[in-house]
């Protein structure tokens, strides 16, 4: 999946928090965990830089219970 990531939380479908842990994210879409290696990965994700390249636009938030889907989207549930 590409994803854009945008300054402002206006911009983005969806507003993601990354947590420290795994089980914070588990079945999640809105909650991300970064893993070291891709076969650990549920979904893979790739950053590009302008948006007529990217699938979802997302804006990173600094609270957990900030994450949301902001737009609908056919992507729902992709990241579970």
Known sequence: MKILRVKHENQ???CVYVAKY???AKNRDEIWHY???A???DAKVFFVDYANQ???KVYFVKYQNQAKWKASSSYRGIFK
């Open 22 to 24: 795994a089980n914070q």
């Open 35 to 37: 893993v070291e290696y």
């Open 39 to 41: 076969n650990q990965a």
């Open 54 to 56: 990217a699938d979802l």
């Open 12 to 14: 983005a479908d969806l």
